[in-house]
């Protein structure tokens, strides 16, 4: 009996050294898409491919909580810009008017535009310290290497019951045992973040 399970185990870990690297990263997919899949029972791998994973810019931690604040700066910045076109455009309206109304109606309309203007100027003036901070951390990184990494590409359904095509991008840790990342390669605001990732890198500190 003993020796009957020795067997088996010598031959399910000869099983698992021969399996490849697609085979093995098709098989730790499947698992988190059991997890995560809204309908996992309609899930299609299309295609995989495996190769070597390092360390990057865009998955550090500490440069990426720098880019998505960034991008929250940038669109407070952008709602006041859009508050001072509006006290502009009002300020005209009533620039011309001499009535106790017109008067009053200018006045508030261009300390809004001032309040909005200064607001700007205050994120804009953050989002330049946290850009100098993604430059400096990214001078400093160094890349190794971390793993695999696997381009998968499946279809399934969504909650509305229609089928979609997404590309995702995991990244294992060296043995395969597990996966230490992933995103969707296809996500519109991880395609801002690292715009603005990249934006940081070609922006000058010294310029004024």
């Known amino acids: 009996m003993k020796n009957n399970l020795l067997s088996i185990l010598i031959i399910s870990l000869i099983f698992v050294s021969c399996q490849s690297k697609e085979e093995k990263a098709a098989k730790l997919i ?3 898409m059991y997890k995560t899949l809204y309908d996992f029972s309609s899930y299609q791998p299309i295609e995989t491919k495996v190769d070597s994973a390092f360390t990057t810019i865009y998955h550090d931690s500490i440069i990426l909580s720098y880019a998505y604040l960034s991008r929250e700066y940038l669109d407070k910045a952008n709602e006041a810009l859009d508050k001072t076109k509006e006290a502009q455009s009002s300020m005209e309206i009533w620039s011309d008017s001499y009535s106790s109304l017109g008067e009053s109606k200018y006045k508030n309309a261009r300390e809004k535009f ?3 203007l200064e607001e700007a100027k ?3 003036s953050e989002i330049k310290v946290l850009q100098d901070s993604i430059k400096k951390r990214a001078t400093e990184f160094k890349t190794t290497f971390c793993g695999w990494q696997a381009k998968h590409k499946f279809r399934c359904k969504t909650k509305g019951g229609n089928f979609d095509l997404a590309n995702y991008i995991y990244v294992f840790d060296p043995k395969f045992k597990k996966i230490i990342y992933s995103e ?4 519109e605001k991880l395609v801002k973040i690292r715009n603005l ?4 890198l070609k922006n000058d500190s010294t310029s004024n």
Not at 184 to 187: E, G
Not at 197 to 200: A, F, H, L, R, T
């Open 114 to 116: 001032n309040t909005s």
């Open 30 to 32: 499947k698992e988190e």
């Open 184 to 187: 969707n390669i296809d996500d």
């Open 122 to 124: 205050g994120y804009m």
């Open 197 to 200: 990732i990249n934006e940081s």
